[in-house]
Nanobody, 120 residues
Framework: QVQLVESGGGLVQPGGSLRLSCAAS????????AGWYRQAPGKQRELVAT???????NYADSVKGRFTISRDNAKNTVYLQMNSLKPEDTAVYYC??????????????WGQGTQVTVSS
C-alpha cells in the first residue's frame, strides 16, 4: 500500500521546537514536489511550506524564518523543522507529496495528519 506516514507532532511550550517527518512507504520510486499544510480548528487548510525535487523552498509569510522544510531523497522522506513556535501554530499538520511509483505512475498522496499543540 502506497502512503505517507507522518510523525513528530505533540505538545510544546511557546518558543519551543518540533520536527515533523513524512515518510513515503510502499512501492515508491521517488518523491517529486512535496509540501506541508496545516488546519486549525474552524479554519481552512493552509499552505505552510513546499519543496521541489531540486530542493527549492517556499514558505508562508507567517512561518518564514522559523520553519525549515527539507528532504532526504534516499529515504523518500520530507521534514519540517519548526522553531520559535507560537500558540497560533497550533493545528493538524498534513504532508502532501507527488510521488512516482515503481511502475512510473504518478500519485498525489496525503498523510493522515499529526497534531501540533503550542501551549503553556
Amino acid at each position: 500500500q502506497v502512503q505517507l506516514v507522518e510523525s513528530g507532532g505533540g505538545l510544546v511550550q511557546p518558543g519551543g521546537s518540533l520536527r515533523l517527518s513524512c515518510a513515503a512507504s510502499g512501492s515508491i520510486r521517488s518523491i517529486n514536489a512535496a509540501g506541508w499544510y496545516r488546519q486549525a480548528p474552524g479554519k481552512q487548510r493552509e499552505l505552510v511550506a513546499t519543496i521541489t525535487s531540486r530542493g527549492s523552498t517556499n514558505y508562508a509569510d507567517s512561518v518564514k524564518g522559523r520553519f525549515t522544510i527539507s528532504r532526504d531523497n534516499a529515504k523518500n522522506t520530507v521534514y519540517l523543522q519548526m522553531n520559535s513556535l507560537k500558540p497560533e501554530d497550533t493545528a493538524v499538520y498534513y504532508c502532501n507529496a507527488n510521488a512516482v511509483q515503481y511502475d512510473f505512475r504518478y500519485r498525489d498522496l496525503w498523510g493522515q495528519g499529526t497534531q501540533v499543540t503550542v501551549s503553556s
